[in-house]
């Protein structure tokens, strides 16, 4: 039950440290895979303290409290629980409060959240006599300072290039910014946590302002770098559109040179993160030096940056005062990282072993002193293995290392809306749930304000374009490979079918190809024809007629109500997968029904968040609350990818 300043300053001077951020899956499978991934990581890495994200609104707050006790209770990790204000009402703030007290939690970061929506929005619209409102993270502040005294260790939010807020684009300094950080620490509190950053310089710049600010309140104050590896190039570049966090040139120009193999991307990342973290350890600071790795809920890259910044402690203790079996640890990894080879061969307690190389022919086996389950090769099951440092091999295992290390980062590849309902990292790239991402009047200059359905088809046709940068299901343009269908969409959409997602297929190209290419060079790449798009119930029921007698198509409905339909509710679809050189075959993006039920809740909750931007009595309000509530998301596969045009075509029959 320790705070995290305590924790810090219990350190020796000097010392450095690391946390991490997990943000709650969508699906029970990538919660129950989580866990064996924290387990894991706590055992391998041993962070000071981990973070748990808190969805917009409160969205997430079950599963956060639920992912905090695992952290908290199961693992025993010291646990900080993000906390949003904006758009919550202060009986789920309390109740919030009162959770993380009684699962021993005494770390809260403070975040302001989503801007606040209209108060003829709020769910929680009635207020009592002298009930606070929550509209800045100061208001979190001083409120949970009110209720709760000295009890909760307090971090809030800095930003090294100033936060940026839509409603004055023009002010985002952290000169701009740093009043009201002062204010923050003034009424409570007690370490600053960044938002993620690449330009070293500009964190360095940030750091030396607040220590040296007048009123001494961040002399010895933690500050935490926050930073995020690099899990793929478009994550990356979404991630930093989003902060509006500045990627440096350099570090532009290293990413586009091999922004088409995955996993160059990642070992450029490694690099690119650990010369970041080594530029901020080389720089005195007056309390130990920390990081916070946002992780994405994904750990291979992780690993790699902090065995090789040196920020894992040298021992590790059991959890729950259990320990590992021996591992398989063959020096295999799909991520290889030079510099750090002849370490890996120093780890001299490492069985060198390749029985366990079938990874079909397995045996699972108990560990008597756990309750956990690991595997090992049907010819050695049931022969007694020498106990091995622990550390060594699980560190080796997140990494990605032998025939183990594969499995636990099978997902490594780029997840998110399209990978394995499985993952952990399935789903929106932070966890932080429904939101649109723009403030109201950023909202209402993108889409203004649509009155009829044609006006909402504009939109979707003016995105498509390339006239307009988002939508409220992207916050991206057309893809250039979706860009080869883009008359074909624009005739769907001026139908009335407005598409969110699509792609065409492709038969046998070239990993390396400029439009459609993916991961190593020497591969090959495939992708089935799909799309999905919302369309009115009437169209939907026609069109379900006419696809249920098609056995190369296969199709996922849903609306609003949370009613489903499929032409086969069992059916796994991978539409993209790529054959390369000593490789199995990687299929990234797979189409199924736990992860469609997943995303038609939030497709279906956008819709929401675009109807509270405007009064609720408007016409665009009522326009969008009878689109939500009338039409359907459907997503249609055809299987036939050695055909380019059928999908499209089966589509515009009749038009």
Not at 578 to 583: D, M, N, P
Request: charged share 25%; with cysteine; hydrophobic share 35%.
């Amino acid at each position: 039950m320790e705070k995290i300043t305590e924790k810090i300053a219990a350190l020796p001077a000097g010392a450095t440290y690391f946390s991490l951020e997990f943000f709650p899956p969508k699906t029970a499978m990538g919660s129950s895979n989580l866990q064996s991934r924290l387990e894991r990581m706590a055992r391998g890495l041993r962070p000071l303290f981990v973070t748990v994200t808190w969805g917009a609104g409160g969205s997430t707050a079950s599963k956060s409290l639920e992912l905090a006790e695992i952290c908290q209770r199961q693992l025993g990790l010291t646990t900080c629980l993000h906390l949003t204000c904006t758009n919550m009402s202060r009986s789920l703030v309390d109740e919030a409060l009162v959770e993380a007290k009684a699962l021993g939690i005494r770390n809260i970061l403070a975040l302001r959240g989503d801007p606040p929506r209209n108060d003829e929005y709020q769910e929680h619209p009635s207020k009592e006599e002298g009930e606070e409102e929550f509209t800045w993270a100061i208001d979190l502040v001083r409120y949970v300072r009110k209720q709760h005294g000295d009890y909760f260790c307090i971090g809030v939010a800095g930003y090294p290039e100033g936060h940026a807020d839509e409603s004055y684009p023009d002010i985002q300094s952290a000169e701009h910014d740093l009043p009201y950080l002062v204010e923050k620490t003034k009424a409570g509190a007690d370490f600053i946590m960044t938002q993620l950053f690449f330009d070293v310089e500009a964190y360095q710049r940030f750091e030396a302002l607040l220590r040296s600010h007048e009123s001494g309140v961040f002399k010895t104050m933690p500050i935490v770098p926050g930073l995020m590896p690099i899990q793929s190039y478009q994550i990356l570049r979404r991630t930093t559109k989003l902060s509006h966090a500045r990627l440096p040139p350099q570090v532009v120009d290293r990413l586009d040179a091999v922004k088409g193999d995955d996993e160059a991307v990642k070992r450029v990342g490694v690099d690119i993160l650990s010369e970041v973290v080594q530029k901020i350890k080389d720089v005195s600071s007056f309390t130990p030096r920390g990081f916070h790795l946002y992780t994405l809920n994904l750990e291979k890259a992780v690993a790699f940056i902090l065995e090789r910044c040196d920020l894992i402690p040298p021992s590790t203790p059991s959890i729950n005062g259990h320990d590992t079996v021996a591992v398989d640890d063959s020096e295999d990894s799909s991520l290889k990282i030079p510099s750090l080879d002849k370490a890996m061969r120093r780890r001299t307690s490492r069985r060198k072993s390749s029985v366990n190389s079938d990874p079909h022919n397995r045996v699972v086996v108990d560990d008597a002193s756990s309750q956990s389950n690991y595997e090992a090769a049907a010819d050695e099951a049931g022969i007694p293995k020498e106990r091995l440092n622990t550390r060594a091999n699980t560190l080796a295992i997140s990494e990605g290392e032998g025939t183990l290390g594969r499995e636990a980062t099978w997902d490594d590849y780029p997840n998110g809306r399209w990978g394995d309902a499985r993952s952990p990292a399935y789903g929106e790239i932070d966890g932080y749930g429904v939101s649109l991402h723009v403030s109201i009047p950023q909202a209402v200059k993108l889409w203004g304000q649509p009155k009829i359905p044609s006006d909402i088809s504009n939109i979707f046709m003016r995105h498509i374009s390339g006239e307009l940068e988002a939508i409220p299901w992207s916050e991206e343009g057309l893809r250039e490979e979706s860009s080869t269908i883009r008359p074909t969409l624009l005739k769907l959409n001026e139908r009335g079918w407005w598409t969110v997602a699509s792609q065409p297929a492709v038969n046998g190209v070239r990993s390396e190809d400029p439009v459609f290419g993916w991961g190593p060079k020497n591969g090959f790449v495939f992708q089935k024809a799909f799309i999905e798009l919302f369309l009115p119930q009437s169209d939907y029921q026609a069109l379900e007629k006419k696809l249920s007698s098609l056995e190369e198509v296969s199709y996922f409905a849903g609306n609003a109500a949370g009613d489903c339909a499929a032409s086969d509710a069992e059916a796994v679809n991978a539409v993209t997968w790529g054959a390369f050189t000593g490789k199995e075959i990687i299929t990234p993006t797979i189409i199924e029904e736990v992860s469609f039920r997943a995303w038609q809740e939030e497709a279906f909750g956008i819709w929401s968040e675009w109807q509270r931007v405007y009064p609720p009595r408007s016409p665009t309000a009522k326009l969008l609350g009878e689109v939500r509530d009338g039409y359907w998301l459907m997503n249609i596969v055809h299987h036939a990818y050695v055909e380019p045009e059928a999908l499209w075509e089966l589509l515009l029959e009749g038009t």
